[in-house]
């Protein structure tokens, strides 16, 4: 099947690859996915990616935390077996809060932080022992990728690729 | 080279002259303040505080015994005894005037005494909490400065003239800091209890032991001895490293200057760090004798800091809108932005840490401090913590604003505004007490100062070529880019 044809350009260096990335979405060809051995700054805008959204997820998260935190602490030192706090036997929550303010901090941020791991890699669909998805092993290395899927245009983007100083461009049946 | 404008000039001086009027007028008014004055301000406050005072202390206390009841009955007992302890402890270690119905006939004049010195001590202290909180962010400019040379910063290099041009300030402030503290000395004003007569005389019936027992630190001598020693400390490297840094421009020395000023700016951060928190405990903490906290230090550190990074934004940010600064961007903005931003939560922490401790303890001799801000100063006490955390927080946690000028503009302009508040909660209860409010005194002083500062600052960067052009990592300086952010006045693809 033509559509399930894919280029793979390979780069050496992050700039190169970054104005690559630049020129190719300049010509309006869609850009699959770039392989990266490490973060490569800005390259989520010049791809056209969207923001994403995992800020507004940790900030969901802390704020159950902290509720979480306002609900146990309530619950084991004055519901369930009311404790003298500090020689403060009032029993009240809201009147030995400043006792419990480490308590809601640090679930604030075991919360904010543990799910923010599993949220990320569940929508990046990592999982432990999971095989890897990278299609070639030098991007693990030195090496840069970008896969741009092919519409019956080879030749140009081929051509287009070439000048944008790829090291290497292969083009090969996607599964 | 940047022109201090004809109009910024007359701004500040109009704000010097307007402070030193407004301050003369206070002081006037203060020497004038009688007997007859105080005895009036008791009554007053025993007509409309007392009552209510009173009221509210009952109301939780009934609340409590009800809900307790029902909970645990045998506690009841214990419970009024801590009632019970609690009360005697407002009573000995609040203001001696919060329990005025205590006091017999022959007291009262001694509490009107008393009453009386805090209405002298009004400009006084209005004065003090400006040029405090003026000399303390000036001093923590210097510092932030020294930072950044010890660490070789990269990103700062093109602001390092703002931040010297800011320290110009110092020295000004520090000769008035001497002429107060020495003024304390002599006994013109009352701003340190433990400077009043007979407090280390066994003898008198004044005699306060616990101040007698801490009478190796607390002297006149040694007080002022020190004051002096700090000032001159800070000052010392004020102009040795602004010497050092102009030469650096012309130097062309293979970093030879760079390094001097490196090793110079090394021994002042190991020297500002002693000084900083023993100024603490001598200018602050020393207006209760009494009280103590083992990170008052870092409490006044942070304080000051946060105004400091607050300052640089500010004088960055209108110098940057008068093309003074090239090679400028948003990414600088957004730095400091987020030292902003990030020193108000330290700020938060230490305030928070202190209040914890001494609340969880509730060692008498510790709490007195918080009773008398959670009792006469509630609402800046509780105020400034909205301003200086709250506020913030909101405002500064999204990336995109922290580089706008405005977003960092409201949230500077509000924590300016709630560290002077910070300084005043932290000198006022201890020197006037109950007689406090924000009047012509408070409001001279700030002008007085804000202008001492835009006329130094101003004129000293003016002085010099606005960019550390000797600095080795200026280049790094100039095309720093944080990677989230868009520059105005540049496409996305400029950035590398």
């Known amino acids: ?175 | 080279m940047y022109q201090f404008s004809g109009r910024l000039k007359t701004f500040s001086l109009t704000l010097i002259v307007f402070g030193f009027v407004g301050l003369a007028y206070s002081f006037y008014n203060g020497s004038q303040k009688t007997l007859e004055d105080a005895k009036h301000a008791i009554e007053a406050a025993n007509s409309d505080a007392h009552g209510g005072a009173h009221g509210e202390a009952a109301t939780p206390h009934a609340a409590e015994a009800d809900h307790d009841t029902h909970v645990v009955k045998t506690d009841n007992e214990a419970h009024a005894a801590m009632m019970h302890a609690s009360e005697d402890k407002e009573t000995t270690h609040g203001d001696a005037h919060a329990s005025s119905e205590a006091h017999v006939a022959s007291h009262d004049d001694t509490h009107a005494t008393h009453v009386l010195h805090q209405l002298q001590n009004r400009p006084w202290s209005a004065f003090y909490v400006a040029l405090f909180f003026s000399l303390g962010l000036t001093l923590l400019v210097l510092t932030f400065y020294a930072i950044q040379r010890v660490a070789q910063v990269g990103w700062s290099v093109v602001i390092l003239r703002v931040m010297e041009a800011i320290t110009a300030n110092l020295l000004p402030v520090s000769i008035i800091m001497i002429l107060v503290l020495a003024a304390s000395v002599m006994h013109i004003n009352h701003l340190f209890p433990w400077m009043a007569e007979g407090i280390f005389d066994p003898e008198s019936d004044k005699y306060d032991a616990i101040i007698d027992g801490k009478s190796i630190w607390m002297n006149a001598t040694g007080f002022m001895l020190r004051s002096i020693a700090y000032l001159v400390i800070w000052n010392v490297y004020r102009f040795l490293i602004r010497k050092g840094s102009i030469k650096e421009d012309t130097a062309n020395d293979g970093n030879k200057t760079y390094k001097k000023n490196y090793n110079m700016s090394v021994i002042f951060l190991f020297l500002f760090m002693i000084t900083e928190s023993m100024m603490s405990w001598d200018w602050i903490m020393g207006l209760d004798p009494h009280w103590f906290s083992t990170l008052f230090g870092w409490y006044v550190l942070a304080t000051l800091l946060v105004s400091a990074l607050t300052v640089i934004a500010f004088v960055t940010i209108y110098l940057r809108s008068k093309n003074a600064l090239p090679g400028i961007n948003d990414s600088h903005i957004h730095d400091l932005a987020k030292f902003m931003f990030g020193f108000s939560v330290f700020w938060t922490y230490l305030w928070f840490a202190q209040f914890m401790l001494i609340w969880y303890a509730d060692i008498p001799e510790e709490t007195t401090y918080f009773v008398a801000r959670f009792t006469e100063y509630k609402l800046p006490f509780l105020g400034m913590v909205v301003m200086n955390f709250v506020f913030p927080i909101l405002l500064l946690i999204n990336s995109d604003f922290k580089s706008r000028p405005w977003f960092v503009f409201i949230g500077g302009a509000v924590i300016l505004m709630g560290h002077y508040v910070d300084v005043f909660v932290m000198v006022m209860p201890s020197t006037v007490g109950a007689q406090w409010s924000f009047g012509i005194p408070e409001l001279s002083a700030i002008f007085f100062f804000i202008g001492l500062f835009i006329y130094t600052t101003f004129s000293a960067f003016a002085k010099a070529n606005p960019i550390a052009k000797g600095n080795p990592f200026l280049k790094e300086s100039e095309h720093f880019h944080y990677y989230n952010i868009e520059h105005t006045g540049e496409g996305s693809g400029d950035h590398h």
Not at chain 1, 32 to 45: A, M, N, T, Y
Not at chain 1, 76 to 95: H, L, R, T, Y
Not at chain 1, 126 to 143: G, Q, S, V
């Open chain 1, 1 to 175: 099947m033509e559509s399930s044809k894919v280029i793979h350009a390979f780069y050496t260096d992050d700039e190169v690859l970054l104005d690559a990335v630049k020129t190719v979405k300049a010509a309006h060809h869609h850009i699959e996915e770039v392989f990266c051995p490490f973060p490569v700054h800005g390259l989520d805008k010049a791809m056209g990616l969207a923001p994403t959204r995992l800020a507004i997820t940790a900030f969901m998260y802390g704020i159950t935390g902290l509720a979480f935190a306002i609900w146990m602490t309530n619950y084991m030192m004055i519901d369930d077996w009311p404790q003298d706090i500090g020689g403060k036997p009032s029993f009240s929550w809201a009147e030995n809060m400043p006792a419990f303010v480490p308590i809601m901090f640090e679930l604030t941020v075991f919360f904010a932080a543990h799910l923010m791991v599993i949220t990320f890699y569940m929508r990046s669909r990592i999982w432990p022992f999971k095989d890897a998805e990278n299609p070639d092993p030098r991007t693990t290395d030195d090496h840069f990728l970008m896969e741009i899927p092919v519409h019956n245009n080879e030749a140009e983007l081929t051509s287009l690729l070439n000048k944008t100083g790829a090291v290497e461009i292969n083009v090969l049946d996607k599964h």
